[in-house]
């Protein structure tokens, strides 16, 4: 049995769904992904355990999220709002 993380990256600004967004999954296992043309995500049959998530995408803040608990068995859904950097400051 195992896990999953899946969910949706959006712009904080205006929630509109983020395509193409780098998702680097470190903890227990190592994993990389990028998020589709409507902003999803997933990494499936993960072993349970503490990962940590960082997403990129050019133009936006990256986003660390973590410590994320895997349970087995246990889907685990995530909604990530990417902040645009700040070009003038």
Known sequence: MAGSLTGLVTNQQDGQPLA???LNLSGTATEQTASGSDGSFAFESLA???YEL???LEGFEPGIYGPLVVIDGMPTDLNLALPPKDLYG
Do not use: L
Request: hydrophobic letters at 45%; charged letters at 0%; glycine letters at 22%.
């Open 20 to 22: 193409g967004a780098s």
């Open 48 to 50: 349970a355990g503490s």
């Open 54 to 56: 960082v997403v990129q």
